[in-house]
């Protein structure tokens, strides 16, 4: 069975769906990889090393496609990639149903079976294939280097014959996986740290890791799958103006909150923006679905009454090495486990692919809103 892994298209995108290290597992089982010219080139993947762990490398994408049975992506298929996927194929991938209908539609039509792997369900037996977690943590990570080097301070305390420097402050919102990396890689620089999260069940892993955790005399607010659940518009507000001051007092703020399948909440008027010091530093993991700082301008960074504000798109391509690697454990790892024989056995009663097949036989199985409206590389990853 052939699977293909092309190049990716996306803009600023720098990550690959498979490196080499994984194509011998793939080829261990049976099947036959072809990797599209220049596919790993900005995550340091030469088509030589695929070629070497076994792949069949290709330049032509009428070639490259032809006849796949598979298709492993990090983002969703272009509209010219639709045009090359073969009839019945099957496609994962991050997909966003909610953000790209067309695309959908597209899939549907052409009868390819697309699963996506941002809709995976967090259960113990889906834990190597989750790939929002593992590009979230990079995301996090990531956070707070961008922030460090975009605060006019340096983050630790020093003392000094011409005095001591008091340590950066740090203020984490949202305390899922890319949340909590931040706060492990914000204490590892010492910075002095507070971090919120709607769900009081967080509380320990955030105080385990050095952090004070802010504590809101407000209703829980958790969701199902370990995700925060949306807050009307009332509990939103009064939870801003009780977390004013703290956005207020930190040189850096990170804000990770996302809900899957709705707009980021926002958290940080820009009302509390200008109570910021000048010089501050807020980096929005949350962008991609709205953003949860109401300054933010998605895909872009900028500054507001002086403060700099970070809304750039897809974080962990940043860190491609890591990010590729990663993914590509994930990705191959869903993929096998739907590897029987001479087949690819997407089965609708598996509780993975029944979460995650937005497209099946000819039919949008999930709709363009709801939970298939997730977030990429930050946090419907996030929470």
Known sequence: MKVVIPKETANGERRVAVVPDVVPKLKAAGLEVWVQ??????????????????????????????????????????????????????????????RNPEIV?????????????????????????????????????????????????????????????????????????????????????????????VRSAVKDEIESLGAKFISIPLE???????????????????QRELLSERVAAAD?????????GRKAPVLVTKEMVSRMRAGSVIIDLASESGGNCEATVPGEETVSSGVKIVGVFDVPSSVSVHASQTYSRNVSNFLLALTKGEEFQVDLQDELVNASCVTHSGEVRLGFGGAANGTNSSEGNQQ
Request: net charge negative; glycine share 8%; proline share 5%.
């Open 105 to 197: 539609a597209g899939l549907a039509i052409g009868h390819v079976t697309a699963l996506a792997l941002e809709l995976l369900p967090r259960i113990s037996r889906a834990q190597t294939m989750d790939a929002l977690s593992s590009q979230a943590s990079l995301a996090g990570y990531k956070a707070v280097i961008m922030g460090a080097e975009r605060l006019d301070k340096i983050i630790p305390m020093q003392m000094t014959a011409a005095g001591t420097l008091a340590p950066a402050r740090v203020f984490v919102m949202g305390a899922g996986v890319a949340g909590l990396q931040a706060i492990a890689t914000a204490r590892r620089l010492g910075a002095i740290i507070e971090a919120f999260d």
């Open 37 to 98: 010219a220049g596919a790993g080139l900005e995550s340091h993947h030469d088509d030589s090393a695929y070629q070497e762990a076994g792949a069949t490398v290709s330049s032509d994408p009428v070639e490259l496609f032809k006849d796949a049975k598979a298709v492993l992506k990090v983002q969703p298929p272009t509209l010219n990639e639709l045009k090359l996927i073969p009839p019945n194929a099957l496609l994962i991938s991050f997909l966003y149903p909610g």
């Open 252 to 260: 850096i703020v990170i804000t990770t909150a996302s809900v899957p």
């Open 220 to 238: 829980s607010a958790e969701g199902s799958g370990g995700y925060a659940a949306e807050q009307s518009e009332d509990y939103l507000r009064r």
